[in-house]
């Protein structure tokens, strides 16, 4: 080794983006910091997730998933048991580089919450309430070349109404769209109930993506097969 070269070389280091935000704030950010604590918790979460669901309740899947680099899953969204159930549903490739978009208003503002929503939902932080919010994922999904993606078309488990501004963004990135169509997760743990009841039957159907770029007919399909 050029022990004077090395001596004279100038090292640059810069914080990462998380540094010196809030603990939920940062767990909720997109792209995700590169912690090695976080990515093992990760994923040993959607383990769990996994043995968590087909531990308690038998499930039937319908369909698979295709082999599209940039997948964007939508799914119908009726109980708290739904992303849980819809990770377990996944193959271990999909399940373990998933990323779930779960409202910041609600899952990111206490860190308790955010710390489970990370771990065991593989979610990051989407600010419903930031009209700024969509052009902000616009770049994301731009910028990004390939992986997978989760979120609610109707936006919370107590509304069918479909949020089209991002959907209309990732039809303009050139991102498949994947309609999943949840049966039985209401049964298992309806919003009124405090805890899960087990046993119960869970059903997936995994449609053909959508390839194209024309909203109304994506709409139509989705609203077809989710609905």
């Excluded at 995700?32 to 669901?53: M, P, S, V, Y």
Aim: net charge positive.
């Amino acid at each position: 080794i050029d022990l004077e070269r090395f001596l004279m070389t100038e090292f640059n280091y810069a914080p990462t983006e998380d540094f010196n935000k809030p603990f939920a704030e940062s767990l909720g950010m997109y792209p995700r910091a590169h912690d090695f604590t976080f990515n093992i918790l990760r994923w040993l979460g959607a383990w769990l997730c996994f043995l968590f669901i087909r531990l308690q309740y038998m499930v039937s899947i319908e369909g698979k998933i295709p082999n599209d680099k940039k997948l964007v899953i939508v799914a119908n969204h009726q109980s708290h048991l739904d992303t849980w159930a819809l990770i377990a549903a996944l193959p271990y490739k999909v399940r373990s580089k998933l990323t779930v978009l779960a409202a910041a208003d609600y899952f990111f503002t206490q860190d308790d919450r955010a710390f489970l929503a990370t771990i065991f939902c593989q979610a990051v932080a989407f600010d419903r309430l930031n009209p700024m919010e969509l052009r902000n994922w616009h770049k994301i999904f731009k910028e990004t070349k390939q992986g997978y993606f989760l979120f609610y078309p109707s936006g919370s488990r107590s509304s069918d109404d479909f949020q089209t501004g991002l959907l209309k963004i990732l039809l303009k990135n050139d991102w498949s769209i994947l309609g999943v169509k949840i049966n039985g997760t209401k049964e298992a743990w309806a919003i009124e109930n405090k805890y899960w009841r087990p046993f119960k039957k869970l059903k997936f159907k995994f449609y053909e993506p959508y390839r194209g770029n024309d909203i109304d007919a994506l709409l139509s399909k989705l609203k077809e097969e989710l609905l």
